[in-house]
């Protein structure tokens, strides 16, 4: 089945936006927030002077920047962005350096080493693009209550909640990211009157915002064909605040330098006029979630496949079609060797692999080997359709050696071959880009980690989780666990590799500093405490008063 275009994608020019952007852009000293990258013209006047253009080129239009299809943009599916600090810095996702390869002024080892630094040019790059959307969401919210203002015969506090619901997400990843953030809920900032709030009081902001947007949004499937594809309903605000709950002692805690922080049976939320815990109120989100009707899909890959809008187990997805939408998902294409791209009928860029953390996680090479590994990767030899895939000379089967990686393989035996590469996401023949342009929606939140959570919640709240933790095992056919910390955080890599969550989870386990103790390359140089990126330099200097993370 073909997608349909449920979401009104405007490419023409509004002629504010160019303006309001750049007041930030002051802020930041940013000239990518002037990308618009218009393809048409529309006047001020025709764009927002009747109810369906003020909706289609304000709420709609927001929709565009979810995804993206250049470095540091869109919430997956692309480089050097949100998907990369959460993966990449993390014991799941290596970038390996092959002689000539994929050393990249030492980007890749700044990630790795956990060595990133306030003039990391992407990590300004994401704090950009994901402030971007940010202001776009307020002066969207300033057209419609000015439309509102005119027009009182028509009530539009359904869409204004939709806008702030997204500007909540976007403030949830700066957040989670940086820490200490400015909140701004106007474009008529003025630069040097705008502190950074501790990372409680955003995160504070945050959980309101969504707590009151909820009851006014859809209760429709955001995942599915319809009005609703791709857009926020309530099922995708209850998962961010069941996911804000769940590391609320880490959000609450505004010097994570000092191993101190809050327990979540201390941390309290208002939720239908009960005061629960942090750990009750994940259970409370989850169980909502639940009686929207999401299920576990029978088969996992029925979530990754190219007409994965029929799942019944996404929440929020990032939506593709090569016909329509202009998002890459360039993960599989980074990954996969030459030669097997051009099987596929494409180019390929022979990067990204497996950790050893991950192998041993999954039991690779052993007669206990998760199943869902074979899912999520290629190794050995390698086959496409039933055929095995050649190398260059056409004789010499193509084999991924999982055990050989490490973060410098230049001159190694396995330069070009070493490490398992991603998968998960299946191979789309309709693709365009190289297969970056695909139809398979991208997943950014689904039910398999909803039902994690409020195993991980019970747990920590003195209960049993193993209900929730054996439904997820049931679906991949491996044999029951008891639910303690460890073994959920083991299962959270074994089902949700590759799904941009590793570096949250870690940091909440207290393990992320030490992701890589184990490794045969081990970041032991890694120095302070790295749970949050720092504020890009340009920021400092532009705003004096702000002061630079700890550690940093």
């Given at each position: 089945?073909?997608?349909?275009?449920?979401?009104?994608?405007?490419?023409?020019?509004?002629?504010?936006?160019?303006?309001?952007i750049?007041?930030?852009?002051?802020?930041?000293?940013?000239?990518?927030?002037?990308?618009?990258?218009?393809?048409?013209?529309?006047?001020?006047?025709?764009?927002?002077?009747?109810?369906?253009?003020?909706?289609?080129?304000?709420?709609?239009?927001i929709?565009?920047?979810?995804?993206?299809?250049?470095?540091?943009?869109?919430?997956?599916?692309?480089?050097?962005?949100?998907?990369?600090?959460?993966?990449?810095?993390?014991?799941?996702?290596?970038?390996?350096t092959?002689?000539?390869?994929?050393?990249?002024?030492?980007?890749?080892?700044?990630?790795?080493?956990?060595?990133?630094?306030?003039?990391?040019?992407?990590?300004?790059?994401?704090?950009?693009?994901?402030?971007?959307?940010?202001?776009?969401?307020?002066?969207?919210?300033?057209?419609?209550?000015?439309?509102?203002?005119?027009?009182?015969?028509?009530?539009?506090?359904?869409y204004?909640?939709?806008?702030r619901?997204?500007?909540?997400?976007?403030?949830?990843?700066?957040?989670?990211?940086?820490?200490?953030i400015?909140?701004?809920?106007?474009?008529?900032?003025?630069?040097?009157?705008?502190?950074?709030?501790?990372?409680?009081?955003?995160?504070?902001?945050?959980?309101?915002?969504?707590?009151?947007?909820?009851?006014?949004?859809?209760?429709?499937?955001?995942?599915?064909?319809?009005?609703?594809?791709?857009?926020?309903?309530?099922?995708?605000?209850?998962?961010?605040?069941?996911?804000?709950?769940?590391?609320?002692?880490?959000?609450?805690?505004?010097?994570?330098?000092?191993?101190s922080?809050?327990?979540?049976?201390?941390?309290?939320?208002?939720?239908?006029?009960?005061?629960?815990?942090?750990?009750?109120?994940?259970?409370?989100?989850?169980?909502?979630?639940?009686?929207?009707?999401?299920?576990?899909?029978?088969?996992?890959?029925?979530?990754?496949?190219?007409?994965?809008?029929?799942?019944?187990?996404?929440?929020?997805?990032?939506?593709?079609?090569?016909?329509?939408?202009?998002?890459?998902?360039?993960?599989?294409?980074?990954?996969?060797?030459?030669?097997?791209?051009?099987?596929?009928?494409?180019?390929?860029?022979?990067?990204?692999?497996?950790?050893?953390?991950?192998?041993?996680?999954?039991g690779?090479?052993?007669?206990?080997?998760?199943?869902?590994?074979?899912?999520?990767?290629?190794?050995?030899?390698?086959?496409?359709?039933?055929?095995?895939?050649?190398?260059?000379?056409?004789?010499?089967?193509?084999?991924?050696?999982?055990?050989?990686?490490?973060?410098?393989?230049?001159g190694?035996?396995?330069?070009?071959?070493?490490?398992?590469?991603?998968?998960?996401?299946a191979?789309?023949?309709?693709?365009?880009?190289?297969?970056?342009?695909?139809?398979?929606?991208?997943?950014?939140?689904?039910?398999?980690?909803v039902?994690?959570?409020?195993?991980?919640?019970?747990?920590?709240?003195g209960?049993?989780?193993?209900?929730?933790?054996?439904?997820?095992?049931?679906?991949?056919?491996?044999?029951?666990?008891?639910?303690?910390?460890?073994?959920?955080?083991?299962?959270?890599?074994?089902?949700?590799?590759?799904?941009?969550?590793?570096?949250?989870?870690?940091?909440?386990?207290?393990?992320?500093?030490?992701?890589?103790?184990?490794?045969?390359?081990?970041?032991?140089?890694?120095?302070?405490?790295t749970?949050?990126?720092?504020?890009?330099?340009?920021?400092?200097?532009?705003?004096?008063?702000?002061?630079?993370?700890?550690?940093?």
């Amino acid at each position: 089945m073909r997608k349909k275009n449920h979401i009104i994608h405007y490419t023409g020019k509004i002629t504010i936006t160019a303006l309001l952007i750049g007041c930030f852009c002051i802020m930041t000293s940013c000239d990518k927030f002037l990308e618009e990258n218009a393809k048409g013209s529309l006047s001020e006047e025709d764009a927002y002077n009747t109810l369906d253009g003020l909706i289609n080129n304000t709420v709609l239009s927001i929709y565009n920047y979810i995804g993206g299809n250049s470095d540091s943009q869109g919430l997956q599916g692309t480089g050097r962005g949100v998907y990369d600090f959460n993966t990449l810095t993390t014991d799941e996702a290596i970038m390996p350096t092959r002689g000539g390869d994929w050393y990249d002024g030492g980007f890749w080892q700044t990630l790795f080493h956990h060595s990133w630094v306030a003039g990391t040019a992407s990590l300004k790059d994401t704090w950009d693009y994901l402030f971007k959307v940010v202001m776009l969401c307020n002066e969207y919210l300033e057209r419609i209550d000015r439309y509102q203002s005119t027009h009182t015969d028509v009530d539009l506090k359904n869409y204004t909640a939709e806008l702030r619901a997204v500007r909540a997400m976007y403030y949830f990843y700066l957040m989670d990211m940086f820490g200490r953030i400015p909140i701004i809920e106007h474009t008529g900032l003025v630069t040097n009157e705008t502190p950074l709030s501790a990372r409680s009081e955003a995160f504070m902001f945050i959980v309101n915002e969504l707590q009151e947007v909820c009851p006014l949004l859809a209760h429709e499937r955001s995942n599915y064909y319809g009005t609703y594809y791709g857009r926020m309903t309530q099922p995708v605000v209850l998962f961010l605040l069941a996911k804000l709950a769940l590391n609320a002692e880490i959000y609450m805690d505004d010097d994570w330098t000092d191993s101190s922080k809050k327990p979540g049976s201390e941390i309290f939320f208002e939720i239908d006029s009960q005061r629960l815990n942090a750990w009750q109120a994940v259970v409370n989100y989850c169980n909502k979630i639940e009686s929207y009707g999401y299920i576990l899909s029978p088969d996992i890959r029925d979530n990754f496949c190219p007409t994965n809008e029929n799942s019944e187990e996404n929440i929020f997805t990032i939506p593709m079609d090569p016909t329509i939408y202009n998002n890459w998902y360039c993960y599989f294409f980074r990954s996969r060797h030459y030669c097997h791209g051009a099987v596929l009928g494409g180019a390929s860029e022979n990067g990204t692999s497996a950790t050893i953390e991950v192998l041993k996680t999954f039991g690779y090479d052993t007669p206990e080997k998760d199943p869902r590994f074979d899912i999520s990767f290629y190794a050995g030899e390698v086959k496409e359709n039933g055929n095995t895939v050649m190398e260059d000379d056409g004789v010499t089967p193509l084999v991924y050696h999982p055990w050989a990686i490490a973060l410098d393989l230049t001159g190694s035996t396995y330069e070009k071959t070493a490490g398992a590469r991603l998968h998960k996401y299946a191979n789309d023949p309709n693709a365009n880009a190289d297969g970056r342009n695909c139809n398979n929606d991208i997943v950014l939140f689904r039910f398999a980690d909803v039902l994690l959570m409020r195993a991980e919640a019970l747990v920590r709240d003195g209960k049993d989780g193993s209900t929730d933790l054996d439904r997820v095992r049931r679906r991949a056919e491996v044999p029951r666990r008891k639910a303690s910390l460890e073994t959920i955080l083991e299962e959270r890599m074994l089902e949700l590799s590759q799904e941009g969550w590793r570096r949250n989870d870690m940091i909440r386990f207290g393990c992320f500093t030490k992701a890589y103790t184990d490794h045969p390359q081990s970041a032991n140089d890694i120095k302070g405490n790295t749970i949050v990126f720092p504020i890009p330099g340009d920021l400092l200097t532009m705003n004096p008063s702000w002061k630079q993370n700890p550690g940093y």
